[in-house]
């Protein structure tokens, strides 16, 4: 008689398990981190832009630290596997986030893969990036019945003003 | 005094005080308890302040002074069926465990050839008095490995005097290296998850060698498992130091 359920219960678990094993899922990572630094926006699967986004955030918070800080190198060291983008980092990323607190990176949803899978993917980019904007800010169009009544209230006080 | 002259002696003001800012300095090594702390997860924080508040409330009544795994403490229980209806226990703190009003900690000793081990909680209204009798820290936060070591690192005579302390200055720590007893001990403890520095391992080289086949190095990378409380202790010992003073 079945006293206890075997179910799939993962209370309070915060990493996804992606790849083979754990050091494959922190090499995976890994990868996409060094791509985010060469490349400032990528398109991954959603669940890997998910896990990557913490590790990005907080390498750009060592590596605000400075470049003198063993840790930082070490850390760097580790996380980017294309050596010139340390210097990268350090000289280009870390200034330019400098005043910002925390939150470095934006991830939006994309339409679902072509191939076979249909994956969830996501597009993860540093901001204040060179690129062109991925989301174009619309403003509100002007021939809603609220604008033109706004727009009114503004001519009229104008044409009180100027009489 | 006698005036030369016929005139007043001269007026010598006194030394100037030499005034030596304790305050200051003090404030900069405090301790914090470890159960103050609370752990990383999804609870409201209103839950740890209320323990705190609680906690704060039973530090004013009883002392609990500040000691760290390694130290050796005597603890004054009540007991409702001993003679003076309490019992004393003297042992060598093994591991801190807890957060909130369950924190506890483990004090072993070897009485008459056999390893007792009793577990406190720091909070419970039994307990009638914490001394602490030797200061010293040890090279590890966990010295559970002492169940597995010889006897005679783990005996502390029971009517041991207080060893004074030296100044309010830096606890010193013990770089003792602990030999054990043959394996099989009760945990793996050559293993690097453990992380012991304070065993003296009498194993053979390939021995060490393939411990080390369980070591995780990309662990310490990982940088989300990280919990920087710098932020958290610093509010936690403004709320102390205010409630204390009360």
């Given at each position: ?160 003003a100027a009489a | 005094r006698v005036s030369s002259d016929g005139k007043p002696p001269k007026f010598q003001p006194p030394p100037k005080p030499v005034i030596i800012d304790r305050k200051t300095q003090k404030e900069e090594r405090r301790f914090l308890s470890p159960e103050f702390i609370p752990p990383r997860g999804r609870t409201a924080p209103l839950k740890y302040y209320i323990e705190r508040k609680d906690m704060i409330q039973r530090r004013k009544v009883l002392n609990i002074p500040e000691f760290y795994v ?177």
């Amino acid at each position: 008689m079945r006293l206890s359920v075997a179910a799939a219960i993962s209370h309070g678990r915060v990493y996804r398990r992606l790849g083979l094993s754990p050091r494959s899922r922190l090499d995976l990572l890994r990868n996409l981190v060094t791509a985010l630094v060469r490349h400032e926006r990528i398109e991954t699967p959603w669940a890997r832009a998910d896990e990557m986004r913490g590790y990005a955030e907080r390498l750009i918070d060592y590596a605000k630290r400075g470049d003198k800080d063993e840790r930082a190198m070490r850390m760097a060291d580790f996380w980017l596997t294309e050596k010139d983008l340390i210097h990268k980092l350090f000289k280009v990323l870390a200034p330019r986030f400098q005043p910002h607190p925390g939150s470095y990176t934006r991830m939006l949803q994309i339409p679902n893969r072509d191939g076979l899978d249909r994956a969830k993917m996501a597009v993860i980019e540093l901001k204040g990036n060179a690129l062109p904007p991925l989301v174009r800010p619309r403003r509100d169009s002007d021939k809603t019945l609220l604008n033109q009544l706004l727009k009114g209230y503004r001519q009229d006080a104008q044409r009180a003003a100027a009489a | 005094r006698v005036s030369s002259d016929g005139k007043p002696p001269k007026f010598q003001p006194p030394p100037k005080p030499v005034i030596i800012d304790r305050k200051t300095q003090k404030e900069e090594r405090r301790f914090l308890s470890p159960e103050f702390i609370p752990p990383r997860g999804r609870t409201a924080p209103l839950k740890y302040y209320i323990e705190r508040k609680d906690m704060i409330q039973r530090r004013k009544v009883l002392n609990i002074p500040e000691f760290y795994v390694g130290h050796v403490l005597a603890v004054t229980t009540a007991d409702p069926f001993a003679s003076d209806k309490s019992k004393r226990f003297v042992g060598i703190c093994i591991q801190r465990g807890g957060k909130g009003l369950g924190a506890t900690f483990v004090l072993r000793n070897v009485i008459e050839e056999q390893g007792v081990e009793i577990c406190y909680e720091l909070y419970s209204p039994r307990i009638q008095a914490i001394e602490v009798l030797k200061l010293e820290k040890r090279l590890d936060e966990n010295l559970t490995y002492l169940r597995d070591a010889l006897p005679e690192y783990s005996t502390f005579d029971v009517n041991m005097r207080p060893v004074p302390r030296m100044a309010h200055e830096e606890i010193p720590v013990n770089k003792l290296q602990v030999r054990m007893k043959p394996k099989p001990w009760s945990k793996r403890w050559e293993r690097p998850k453990y992380n012991i520095k304070g065993i003296k391992f009498e194993l053979p080289e390939h021995k060490m060698k393939a411990a080390q086949k369980w070591s995780q190095p990309w662990l310490e990378f990982d940088m989300l498992r990280e919990y920087d409380t710098s932020k958290i202790e610093a509010k936690i010992r403004k709320e102390l130091s205010e409630e204390l003073e009360k």
